[in-house]
């Protein structure tokens, strides 16, 4: 059975598990106003939207619109676009 020590101990395990991540995402949204102020980077993308522009070239790619060496390239821009939460 776990002692009132060790809940304690898990309890601020855990609260500075989520301050440091409540940090970094702080960090990175800061980052990212900066980037947009001083126009280095794009406007961050749907990502529903760059899964159907996916989708679309799969429909290319099988229809023979496209090569397999274009499509690979298209295919590795758009995933690169995504942003993982």
């Not at 776990?2 to 309890?11: D, S, V």
């Not at 990212?32 to 794009?42: R, S």
């Not at 290319?60 to 298209?74: K, V």
């Amino acid at each position: 059975m776990a002692t009132n020590r060790n809940q304690f101990e898990k309890r601020e395990r855990d609260r500075a598990k989520k301050a440091k991540a409540l940090a970094k995402r702080e960090k990175r949204v800061e980052s990212e106003k900066a980037a947009l102020e001083a126009g280095n980077a794009e406007a961050p993308i749907d990502p529903s939207v760059i899964l159907e522009q996916v989708a679309v070239l799969h429909e290319q790619f099988d229809n023979g619109e496209l090569e397999f060496d274009a499509f690979e390239e298209q295919k590795a821009e758009l995933m690169s676009k995504l942003t993982v939460e």
